[in-house]
């Protein structure tokens, strides 16, 4: 190996051995060393990579699947087309160092991305979910669709009040056929692999925790593949300078919506 490499051998190895990058691979490893002024042909990179033997291991290939699951409401057939067109979530489950078992629910918006939610809750019922929703809907603004799989939670009254009122459309892919919700059930892959498999949970607060700063970590540092390793807020950022994103109501109309909605009923209550 040329000497001149040992210096940039050195650097590559810090990279390696933080916590945060332990599931990059070499051409996220070289996205990193430009951000911190070490710009580096990625095949110079490679090259370190393959003789020091520091590939990730493969994963095991799965057998294939028995459905097409070619359905109209699949991420392939029916993809999202610009910011906050097409949201996805869906449920992750992990275990304390109790056993005890604790759901993640996870929303993303598929055109950018972006994490906008990880709730971690022992048990998540219908009307958390609404709650979460409806939180996101007055904060960021509301998507036309949101995917989801045919989950009990995902079906409920409350939740579809809560989309009939700010006028989001349900997309449910067809049963037994996850890879429909693709972008989805790929950050929960990207969790389990990055974060939940290397971690030991005591308790709830705990896991809230980690797994929020881990989400920001994803959304304002990780360098994502299908972005041309932008960050997700990145790419955001680029769309609505751009103004690739949905045409909205001001959050000013939204609110007065919700408040008049929200009289209304409870008039309706007292009378």
């Known amino acids: 190996m040329p000497e001149r490499d040992d210096l940039l051998t050195s650097v590559v190895k810090v990279q390696i051995k933080k916590s945060r990058h332990r599931k990059y691979g070499y051409r996220r490893i070289c996205e990193i060393l430009c951000r911190i002024g070490l710009w580096v042909n990625h095949k110079r990179i490679y090259r370190l990579w393959h003789k020091k033997g520091w590939h990730l291991k493969r994963k095991l290939k799965r057998g294939k699947r028995k459905s097409t699951g070619a359905s109209e409401n699949a991420c392939d057939r029916k993809p999202s087309e610009y910011m906050d067109h097409i949201w996805s979530y869906d449920f ?32 998540f019922k219908s009307y958390a979910v609404a709650d979460v929703l409806r939180y996101l809907f007055m904060v960021r603004g509301c998507p036309e669709y949101i995917r989801s799989d045919n989950g009990s939670e995902f079906y409920s009254a409350a939740v579809k009040d809560v989309m009939d009122e700010f006028g989001v459309k349900p997309l449910f892919v067809k049963p037994a056929s996850p890879w429909e919700n693709g972008y989805v059930e ?67 109309d939204m609110s007065i919506k919700y408040g008049v909605e929200r009289m209304g009923i409870l008039s309706q209550t007292l009378d």
């Not at 389990?192 to 809230?208: H, V």
């Open 92 to 123: 992750v489950e992990e275990k304390l160092q109790n056993k005890r078992k604790v759901r993640v629910l996870n929303i993303v918006d598929e055109f950018t991305h972006e994490c906008l939610a990880s709730e971690a809750e022992r048990c």
């Open 186 to 252: 790929s950050f929960n892959a990207r969790m389990r692999d990055e974060l939940l498999d290397g971690e030991i949970f005591l308790t709830l607060a705990e896991t809230k925790y980690v797994v929020d700063r881990w989400r920001m970590d994803y959304n304002h540092y990780r360098p994502h593949s299908s972005l041309s390793y932008m960050t997700p807020a990145a790419f955001a950022q680029l769309c609505i300078e751009t103004d690739c994103r949905r045409t909205k109501r001001s959050m000013m």
